[in-house]
């Protein structure tokens, strides 16, 4: 397979990364995504590219001061296997380096390859009593999921929630 490059999303991007999510969102493994979210949230991706195709894409999500969100890691079938997947998970590290980060959460299926990036699996009361309580006030479904909240749980059975300090 030829090279690909991992760079930010740009708006134009959105409906591919839609198109990305659709199989898996089918699939019950990610939940789904409206347009309209997606471009809210542009800025929060990454893609990977090979000659002009998106194949790969993933997310930083900011939840709290020191805290973000790795959400919507996608890599196409063909390319799975590939460190499309990790290249991602690299850059987004990096980024949230850059913004102050210090610890990264994410909610997935895919424990062994996010055990290989340096998650791990996390139970309760990952974050103080009145950061809990802020939290609380965020109408973030990802958020939500982190703070393993009732309403959620019917749309998460199976993840693992996993948490990384960098």
Known sequence: MSEYTVRPARSADILGI???????????ILLGKDLAVLYGAVQEFLVAEQDGQLIGCGALHVMWEDLGEVRTLIVRDDWLRHGVGRAIVERLEERAE??????????TFEVDFFTRRGFEPIGE????????SQLLRSPDEGVAEFLDLAHVKPNTLGNTRMLKSL
């Open 18 to 28: 839609h198109h990305l999510l659709a199989p898996l969102v089918e699939r019950r």
């Open 98 to 107: 850059e913004l102050g980060l210090t610890r990264l959460f994410c909610l």
């Open 125 to 132: 009361q990952v974050v103080d009593p009145d950061v809990y």
